[in-house]
Protein backbone atom coordinates (compact mmCIF):
# COMPACT_ATOMS: atom_id res chain seq x y z
CA UNK A 1 0.00 0.00 0.00
CA UNK A 2 1.58 3.53 -1.26
CA UNK A 3 -0.78 5.21 0.95
CA UNK A 4 -0.53 8.59 2.86
CA UNK A 5 -2.82 8.92 6.00
CA UNK A 6 -2.52 12.38 7.43
CA UNK A 7 -4.53 12.46 11.02
CA UNK A 8 -5.47 15.54 12.33
CA UNK A 9 -6.87 17.58 14.93
CA UNK A 10 -7.00 19.43 18.54
CA UNK A 11 -4.88 18.31 21.15
CA UNK A 12 -6.16 15.55 23.15
CA UNK A 13 -8.58 14.51 20.64
CA UNK A 14 -6.53 10.88 20.39
CA UNK A 15 -4.60 11.46 16.96
CA UNK A 16 -1.36 9.77 18.24
CA UNK A 17 -3.35 7.12 20.05
CA UNK A 18 -4.89 6.08 16.82
CA UNK A 19 -1.87 6.90 14.57
CA UNK A 20 0.12 4.62 16.44
CA UNK A 21 -2.65 1.61 16.38
CA UNK A 22 -3.60 2.32 12.82
CA UNK A 23 0.25 1.71 11.97
CA UNK A 24 0.62 -1.32 13.64
CA UNK A 25 -2.75 -2.82 12.09
CA UNK A 26 -2.14 -1.89 8.82
CA UNK A 27 2.07 -2.24 8.62
CA UNK A 28 2.55 1.56 8.12
CA UNK A 29 5.12 3.80 9.14
CA UNK A 30 4.30 6.15 11.41
CA UNK A 31 5.06 9.72 11.56
CA UNK A 32 4.51 12.85 14.40
CA UNK A 33 4.42 16.26 13.58
CA UNK A 34 5.12 17.39 16.88
CA UNK A 35 7.99 14.86 18.03
CA UNK A 36 9.74 16.03 15.02
CA UNK A 37 9.21 20.04 16.21
CA UNK A 38 9.97 19.02 19.35
CA UNK A 39 13.91 16.96 18.47
CA UNK A 40 14.52 19.88 16.29
CA UNK A 41 13.82 22.61 18.71
CA UNK A 42 10.84 23.86 16.17
CA UNK A 43 8.34 24.16 18.98
CA UNK A 44 9.04 27.68 19.84
CA UNK A 45 6.59 29.94 20.16
CA UNK A 46 7.76 33.63 19.81
CA UNK A 47 6.97 36.42 21.86
CA UNK A 48 3.97 37.98 20.43
CA UNK A 49 2.63 35.24 18.58
CA UNK A 50 -0.25 32.58 19.00
CA UNK A 51 1.58 29.63 18.02
CA UNK A 52 4.21 28.30 16.51
CA UNK A 53 4.87 29.58 13.06
CA UNK A 54 3.64 28.15 9.84
CA UNK A 55 7.66 28.49 8.38
CA UNK A 56 8.42 25.87 11.51
CA UNK A 57 6.07 23.07 10.61
CA UNK A 58 7.23 24.12 6.57
CA UNK A 59 10.56 22.83 8.27
CA UNK A 60 9.17 19.56 9.34
CA UNK A 61 7.46 18.70 6.20
CA UNK A 62 10.72 19.42 4.48
CA UNK A 63 13.11 16.92 7.46
CA UNK A 64 10.34 14.31 7.19
CA UNK A 65 9.81 14.04 3.40
CA UNK A 66 12.70 12.16 2.25
CA UNK A 67 11.98 9.38 5.33
CA UNK A 68 8.06 9.42 4.21
CA UNK A 69 9.18 9.01 0.15
CA UNK A 70 11.46 6.35 0.69
CA UNK A 71 8.73 4.10 2.83
CA UNK A 72 6.76 4.97 0.08
CA UNK A 73 8.58 3.82 -2.65
CA UNK A 74 9.68 0.87 -0.22
CA UNK A 75 5.83 -0.07 -0.46
CA UNK A 76 5.03 0.80 3.13
CA UNK A 77 1.88 2.89 3.96
CA UNK A 78 2.69 6.04 6.12
CA UNK A 79 0.67 7.35 8.71
CA UNK A 80 1.47 11.04 9.76
CA UNK A 81 -0.25 12.62 12.81
CA UNK A 82 -0.11 16.40 13.47
CA UNK A 83 -2.42 19.22 14.70
CA UNK A 84 -1.96 20.92 11.37
CA UNK A 85 -3.87 23.95 12.45
CA UNK A 86 -1.79 25.97 9.81
CA UNK A 87 -4.08 24.60 6.55
CA UNK A 88 -1.21 26.12 4.36
CA UNK A 89 0.92 23.25 6.25
CA UNK A 90 -1.42 20.78 5.28
CA UNK A 91 -1.57 22.05 1.37
CA UNK A 92 2.16 22.17 1.43
CA UNK A 93 2.67 18.33 2.60
CA UNK A 94 -0.14 17.03 0.12
CA UNK A 95 1.00 19.32 -2.43
CA UNK A 96 4.61 17.47 -2.20
CA UNK A 97 3.17 14.00 -2.03
CA UNK A 98 0.62 14.74 -4.63
CA UNK A 99 2.37 11.90 -6.56
CA UNK A 100 1.39 9.51 -4.16
CA UNK A 101 -2.68 8.38 -3.13
CA UNK A 102 -3.32 10.53 -0.17
CA UNK A 103 -6.27 10.30 2.76
CA UNK A 104 -6.94 12.99 4.88
CA UNK A 105 -8.77 12.78 8.17
CA UNK A 106 -9.99 15.48 10.73
CA UNK A 107 -10.48 14.15 14.14
CA UNK A 108 -12.71 16.19 16.30
CA UNK A 109 -14.42 16.39 20.04
CA UNK A 110 -15.29 18.65 22.44
CA UNK A 111 -12.95 20.73 24.01
CA UNK A 112 -13.67 19.48 27.29
CA UNK A 113 -13.27 16.05 25.78
CA UNK A 114 -9.47 17.24 24.70
CA UNK A 115 -8.68 18.83 28.24
CA UNK A 116 -9.85 16.01 29.98
CA UNK A 117 -8.01 13.42 27.54
CA UNK A 118 -4.80 15.61 27.84
CA UNK A 119 -5.34 16.09 31.82
CA UNK A 120 -4.51 12.07 32.41
CA UNK A 121 -0.98 12.83 30.16
CA UNK A 122 2.07 12.31 32.04
CA UNK A 123 3.27 15.52 31.40
CA UNK A 124 0.12 16.73 30.49
CA UNK A 125 0.23 20.57 28.09
CA UNK A 126 -2.45 22.13 30.15
CA UNK A 127 -5.99 23.34 29.90
CA UNK A 128 -5.27 26.61 27.98
CA UNK A 129 -3.23 24.56 25.82
CA UNK A 130 -5.92 22.41 24.55
CA UNK A 131 -8.39 25.60 24.59
CA UNK A 132 -6.01 27.37 22.08
CA UNK A 133 -4.94 24.27 20.03
CA UNK A 134 -8.65 23.30 19.71
CA UNK A 135 -9.63 26.66 18.63
CA UNK A 136 -7.15 26.89 15.69
CA UNK A 137 -7.70 23.35 14.34
CA UNK A 138 -11.14 24.25 14.56
CA UNK A 139 -10.83 26.69 12.45
CA UNK A 140 -11.32 24.55 9.12
CA UNK A 141 -11.92 20.91 8.83
CA UNK A 142 -10.58 18.78 5.91
CA UNK A 143 -10.60 15.66 4.40
CA UNK A 144 -12.81 13.33 5.98
CA UNK A 145 -14.06 14.90 9.60
CA UNK A 146 -14.49 12.28 12.22
CA UNK A 147 -16.61 12.62 15.82
CA UNK A 148 -13.53 11.12 17.67
CA UNK A 149 -16.61 9.69 20.59
CA UNK A 150 -14.25 6.64 20.95
CA UNK A 151 -11.17 4.42 19.58
CA UNK A 152 -12.65 1.60 18.51
CA UNK A 153 -15.82 3.61 16.30
CA UNK A 154 -12.98 5.59 14.80
CA UNK A 155 -10.45 2.73 13.55
CA UNK A 156 -13.11 1.38 12.10
CA UNK A 157 -14.55 4.61 10.11
CA UNK A 158 -11.02 5.62 9.08
CA UNK A 159 -10.56 1.48 8.22
CA UNK A 160 -13.26 1.58 5.72
CA UNK A 161 -12.26 4.47 4.18
CA UNK A 162 -8.71 2.93 3.09
CA UNK A 163 -10.26 0.18 2.19
CA UNK A 164 -12.29 2.63 -0.44
Not at 102 to 126: F, M, N, W, Y
Request: proline share 5%; glycine share 4%; aromatic share 4%.
Amino acid sequence: MKQVIIIRGPLGVGKSTISKMLAKKIAATYYSIDSCLSEHKLDVIPEGEPCIPLKSFIQVNDILLPSIKRDLENNSGVIIDGNFYHKDQLIDLCDKLKEYDSLVITLKAPVEKCIQRDSKRKPPHGKWAAIAVHSLVSKFDAGTVIENLDIERTMNKIISLIRE
